[in-house]
């Protein structure tokens, strides 16, 4: 899950006046900026996602592993 506040938020209705919008299940979501590149997600049921088990440590490792930029 991604979650970057309201001002990333489509304010169009969705389904009709007054209803707001969210996001439905297949909805492709694509975030992007010239100088880090695209971010891209299809919406789906947290149950049907795998389980997050990336931890801090290993983000750390990671970043250290790839050296200087």
């Not at 919406?43 to 490792?61: I, K, Q, S």
């Amino acid at each position: 899950m991604l979650f970057l506040g309201t001002m990333f938020a489509p304010v169009q209705d969705r389904r009709g006046p007054g209803q707001g919008f969210t996001h439905e299940i297949g909805d492709v979501v694509t975030i992007s900026t010239p100088r880090l590149g695209s971010l891209v997600n299809t919406m789906r049921r947290c149950a049907d996602c795998e389980p997050w088990r990336y931890g801090l440590r290993a983000l750390l490792r990671g970043l250290g592993a790839e050296g200087p930029a």
